[in-house]
C-alpha cells in the first residue's frame, strides 16, 4: 500500500524554467510533508518542509504547496539551475512519529542547459 | 559537527548469511532511524531508536534488528538473507524523537547473491 506517490518518475526542465514535482498521499493522519533531494552515492539532504496547517512554505527558489483537500502537494524551483538535477523524494510524516518518514518514490529531475 | 556516517559503503553476502551495517549519528542526535531503499524505490522505514530502545517499527520481519550505543551510534544487523535484502540501508539521525528533519547518512549498498 503506498501511502505517498509521486507518479512522475522523471521530469527534464530547461535552466531557467519553473520546475514542479507532485505528490500525492493517501494517509489523511498525514500532518507534516518534507521533500528531500538525494545526489547519487550520497544520501538525501533535507530540502523544504509544511505543516498541514499551512498551504504555502517558502525557501528562497523552493516552494512547496499543500492541498490537504486533494491530498496533494507540490514543489516548485524558480529559477531551475543545472545543480537542481538530482532525484526529488517527497515524505509525509504524523506529529508525535515525527522522524519515522513515509516516502514517495521520488521523481528525478533533470535540469539542461 | 560531524554528519552522518555508515559503513561500509559497499557489501556482497551470500544468500543465508548474516550482516551487521554501522551507523555514527550526527553529534547531539538522540534518535537514529534506518530506512531500507530497492532500486527504483523510495525509502521503507526499518525501525527507529531513542535512547538505546526501539521506538517504533516498520513492515520489516523479526530477522531485522538494530541497536543503539551510548555514544548514539548505531547498527542494523540483518539475519538469513535473503535476495530481496539486496537494497541500500539508509541511516537518518535526529536531534530529537520528535524532530520533524532527519540527517542521512550515505547508504550501504549490500548485494545479496
Known amino acids: 500500500d503506498q501511502q505517498v506517490k509521486q507518479n512522475s518518475p522523471s521530469l527534464s526542465v530547461q535552466e531557467g524554467r519553473i520546475s514542479i514535482l507532485n505528490c500525492d498521499y493517501t494517509n489523511s493522519m498525514f500532518d507534516y510533508f518534507l521533500w528531500y533531494k538525494k545526489y547519487p552515492a550520497e544520501g538525501p539532504t533535507f530540502l523544504i518542509s509544511i505543516s498541514s496547517i499551512k498551504d504555502k512554505n517558502e525557501d528562497g527558489r523552493f516552494t512547496v504547496f499543500l492541498n490537504k483537500s486533494a491530498k496533494h502537494l507540490s514543489l516548485h524551483i524558480v529559477p531551475s539551475q543545472p545543480g537542481d538535477s538530482a532525484v526529488y523524494f517527497c515524505?509525509?510524516?504524523?506529529?508525535?512519529?515525527?522522524?519515522?518518514?513515509?516516502f514517495g518514490t521520488g521523481t528525478r529531475l533533470q535540469v539542461t542547459l | 559537527e560531524t554528519g552522518v556516517t555508515q559503513s561500509p559503503t559497499h557489501l556482497i553476502k551470500t544468500r543465508g548469511q548474516q550482516v551487521t551495517l554501522r551507523c555514527s549519528s550526527q553529534?547531539?542526535?538522540?534518535?537514529v532511524s534506518w530506512y531500507q531503499q530497492a532500486l527504483g524505490q523510495g525509502p521503507q522505514f526499518i525501525f527507529q531508536y531513542y535512547r538505546e530502545e526501539e521506538n517504533g517499527r516498520g513492515n520489516f520481519p523479526p530477522r531485522f534488528s538494530g541497536l543503539q550505543f551510548p555514544n548514539y551510534s548505531s547498527e542494523l544487523n540483518v539475519n538469513a538473507l535473503e535476495l530481496d535484502d539486496s537494497a541500500l540501508y539508509l541511516c537518518?539521525?535526529?536531534?530529537?524523537?520528535?524532530?520533524?528533519?532527519?540527517?542521512f547518512g550515505q547508504g550501504t549498498r549490500l548485494t545479496v547473491v
Open positions: 515524505a509525509a510524516t504524523l506529529t508525535g512519529t515525527a522522524s519515522k518518514l513515509t
Open positions: 537518518a539521525s535526529s536531534r530529537y524523537r520528535d524532530s520533524f528533519e532527519a540527517f
Open positions: 553529534s547531539g542526535h538522540n534518535t
